[in-house]
């Protein structure tokens, strides 16, 4: 992860909360008032985005000491200590709902995606995100993707050409999109077509594209087009793909299924900040993975 990327978000929401200050913890606590919270889950899943407690407290206070027990990726119970915070009070206070916000969010992508992974159970298929992202914060998400075991499709527009229905509408033709794209692009770039008849993959085909998405698609409708598409071209399933249905994917011979609602629509995983003589809770006999002096 881009760190100078981060804390340049994290600035901004930290500007957006706090305004000229914290109201509510700058009246209660002195400035020399120490104490210590721990980072706790309160359900089973994925964790992502633990760099965010240590990069948001260096940013809000020098003095703060954060220790991680665990790992983007690493899978927690209810009760276990994910972090403990240790410093002024009132910065500790400031920084935990930001915290939390962006922890809870990325870890339910994560861990939604690791669901997904299992519930396909096909390791020659990758699952993918895609541009579904909530604005400003698709950095976040797509590394809790890959946290979860998924893998990133392009990163935005500008890393990979992607020719939609709509392209192909304006253009006029599979076959033209994809000369005017290729003529244009590096040969470095990849040129993926989007799908939704055998003519079209036909015409993909001759085109040059070096994937084809089949685009929503039932499996065995993808059974069928795929056999039309050479060994040496990528493949894609979706849209119109669920949880519910992605295991009917598991044998059309994919290469990937990209699922938008991998970010578009995670239910955020509960965790909590909780004063150290707070409710106790197990580090699940993790060793401390880092402790950083900020």
């Known amino acids: 992860m881009n760190h100078i990327k981060l804390r340049s978000m994290l600035l901004s929401f930290l500007n957006e909360d706090l305004g000229e200050g914290d109201l509510t913890s700058e009246a209660i606590f002195p400035a020399d008032e120490t104490g210590a919270g721990y980072f706790i889950a309160k359900e089973a899943g994925i964790l992502a985005g633990l760099d965010i407690i240590t990069e948001t407290y260096q940013l809000l206070d020098p003095a703060i000491t954060a220790e991680l027990y665990y790992r983007d990726g690493d899978a927690v119970k209810p009760g276990d200590k994910i972090a403990k915070a240790s410093g002024p009070i009132r910065h500790l206070l ?34 993918a995100d895609t541009r579904k992202t909530t604005p400003g914060l698709r950095m976040l998400e797509k590394a809790a993707v890959r946290a979860g075991g998924g893998s990133n499709h392009r990163m935005g527009l500008y890393d990979a050409i992607m020719i939609k229905d709509n392209h192909i509408a304006f253009c006029g033709s599979i076959a033209e999109a994809v000369r005017r794209a290729r003529k244009q692009a590096s040969h470095m770039t990849k040129i993926e077509v989007e799908t939704e008849s055998a003519e079209q993959v036909l015409e993909a085909v001759k085109a040059g594209a070096d994937v084809i998405m089949f685009d929503n698609r039932t499996p065995e409708e993808i059974r069928t087009l795929i056999q039309l598409v050479p060994e040496h071209i990528a493949t894609e399933a979706s849209g119109g793909i669920t949880l519910d249905t992605l ?43 880092g402790e950083v002096r900020i």
């Not at 939390?100 to 396909?120: D, P, Y």
Request: positive net charge; hydrophobic residues 35%; contains cysteine.
């Open 94 to 127: 400031s920084g935990e709902r930001i915290i939390l916000n962006l922890l809870q969010r990325l870890s339910g992508i994560a861990t939604l995606t690791h669901r997904c992974v299992e519930v396909l159970d096909n390791p020659t298929i990758r699952i």
């Open 247 to 289: 295991a009917s994917y598991r044998n059309t011979g994919v290469d990937s299924i990209s699922l938008g609602f991998l970010t578009h629509s995670p239910r955020a995983l509960d965790i909590s900040f909780l004063e150290e003589k707070g409710k106790p809770g197990s580090s699940g006999g993790k060793q401390i993975i």
